[in-house]
């Protein structure tokens, strides 16, 4: 389920317009402009185009929507919609929205999807406002699109057999002692028992080594496994945490393949 609102609608109603421009009637118009990007724009998006065929609108209005789609659509959907909107308010940018996706069993009620994924979405304005909550991870959608692309990457890896299982899935490991690096880091001070994350980096080497391109040979292999565990090290590095975005859609894709 996604559910997404434009950021600060109060301020932008108070405030959209020069005081010297300010009238009942532009108000009107501004308001009127905003929900057709809901009411209009949208659904002739979803129709528009196949890969969203079998979402289904909530409800779209005013300055939000709620959509039920397939779980693996609804990330590049938010990503399209996002851009969609921004080209729609002229890449203003003090016009945004937020937005969480919530995943459920087809059994769950439609009130508790709600409610999560409005847990989602107020995580995300909780968060700054113009970010994607996903996966329970809040990123800023300038990002969403560099973790799309790792998760093209980490698919294209494990259909050329450059990586196994093994190490994929090993990769949530690392994440998560990457992420606790960070926090561990930012006190200026690591005690005894919080070293163990930091050896993440020593135990990625040596788990590539056992597990990239082992059915190439020679320098073609010692080049391969220098490339990837040089992006998966870059990755970690930069996203942390996050990495649970493309990590999980590939392991969900293909689980449910």
Not at 32 to 47: E, I
Not at 104 to 131: W, Y
Not at 174 to 194: C, G, L, P, T, W
Request: aromatic share 10%; with cysteine; charged share 25%.
């Amino acid at each position: 389920m996604l559910k997404a609102d434009v950021d600060h609608l109060g301020l932008l109603m108070s405030c959209g317009l020069k005081n010297e421009r300010f009238t009942v009637s532009r108000l009107a118009t501004q308001s009127r402009q905003l929900s057709c990007f809901f009411t209009l724009h949208l659904p002739n998006l979803l129709s528009s185009n196949e890969r969203f065929k079998d979402v289904y609108t909530v409800f779209a209005g005013g300055d939000d929507l709620f959509l039920i789609g397939p779980w693996n659509k609804l990330v590049d959907l938010s990503v399209l919609l996002r851009k969609s909107f921004s080209r729609y308010v002229c890449a203003n940018p003090g016009i945004t929205f937020s937005a969480g996706i919530s995943f459920h069993k087809p059994q769950t009620p439609i009130d508790t999807m709600a409610s999560e994924t409005e847990e989602a979405l107020e995580q995300s304005k909780e968060m700054g406002r113009n970010r994607l909550t996903v996966f329970s991870e809040t990123v800023e959608w300038k990002n969403v699109e560099a973790l799309l692309s790792i998760r093209n990457t980490i698919e294209e890896w494990l259909d050329h057999g450059w990586v196994s299982d093994a190490l994929f899935y090993r990769f949530n490991e690392f994440i998560r002692m990457a992420a606790r690096e960070q926090q561990v880091v930012k006190n200026n001070e690591v005690s005894i028992e919080d070293m163990a994350c930091t050896k993440w980096r020593a135990l990625l080497v040596y788990t590539a080594e056992r597990n990239v391109a082992k059915s190439i040979k020679g320098d073609d292999r010692r080049a391969l496994m220098t490339e990837v565990t040089a992006k998966l090290v870059k990755w970690l590095e930069g996203y942390q945490g996050k990495l649970r975005i493309p990590l999980w859609d590939v392991a969900y894709n293909r689980r449910n393949a």
